[in-house]
């Protein structure tokens, strides 16, 4: 390292429990890390180099910390991991592995903690369709607290460009999945990460992205221009696309994903949706914010004589009937 050579770390690290005390935000709603690292090779991805392998922690620990959560008063858990169906492969076999040889898989972790007492919604980001199988779908089905989300980053709607990005799937077996779900949970929201412009990107497999994200119709689609990042493959790669036509796909994609979010808003119009309160509006404090199942944001008029005192609001879930959807958030009048 003194002389700026290259170090190789040999010796496997594993992660300390003690070290993970998370940053919490909100009092209603906390992340909770499941796996860190990532042993995938996207070739535009710096993530491997700054994270490390895959490391998953004990169901034990993460089961303990949701019932430390639970006892301070949150109610929704988010599971995170760069790759989250990756949960479990480097964990030995254990009591609640029903994969292969007893291998514990993510799904089989949602098993694990769903009944948690207190908490009442589950998520989970970030799903790799490299690796999300139909048992983890007919779990989501099956477990009542997990919510009716999935964030599937798809990054492009063209074979060849998911080939060189190293992405290990097609836009065929992305759309099976988006099917399966929607066969079990058809009214389930769907978000995913996109990039446009990405090296050598010409403008046919542009217009795949476009085809894409036109028949699935997100609820979200966080999108970006390709961005070369230093020590990943494709940085070095010749054939990178210009800032100009970079910005222009941008500008079409972006177009066409808030048109086919305010298309999927519009079925929320008129409907009684359950509202976790997680604070007031910050910039309309006479309305409370909380999410749908479906994690759409939703602002709620209330009485302000029935609003006296936020801690008998805060965390809980309400009755809502939606009145005004935008692209991204509702509105609603509180029914209960
Ligand atoms: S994009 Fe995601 S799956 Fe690919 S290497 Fe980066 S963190 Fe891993």
Redesign the pocket.
Known sequence: MAQGCQVLAIDTAYIEEDITKPRRQSTVTAWVNVIYG?N???TY?I??SVRGREQSRSPGHIRQEIEHLSSQGYREITLLG??IDAYGRDLPPGDIGQGVGGKITFTDLLYHIHDVPGIERIRFATS?PRYFSPRLIHACAELPKVCEHFHIPFQSGDNDILKAMARGYTHERYRRIIEQIRDLMPDAALSADAIVGFPGETEAQFENTLRLVDDIGFDIVNTAAYSPRPGTPAAQWEQQIRETDKSDRLQRLNHLVNQKAMGRSQRYLGRREEILLEGRNPKQPEQFMGRTRANRITFVDVQSSETEHDADWIGKTVAVEITEARAFSLTGQLLS
Do not use: A, F, K, L
Request: aromatic fraction near 0%.
């Open positions: 990532c995938e090779t996207c991805c993530v491997p760069q790759n790799h």
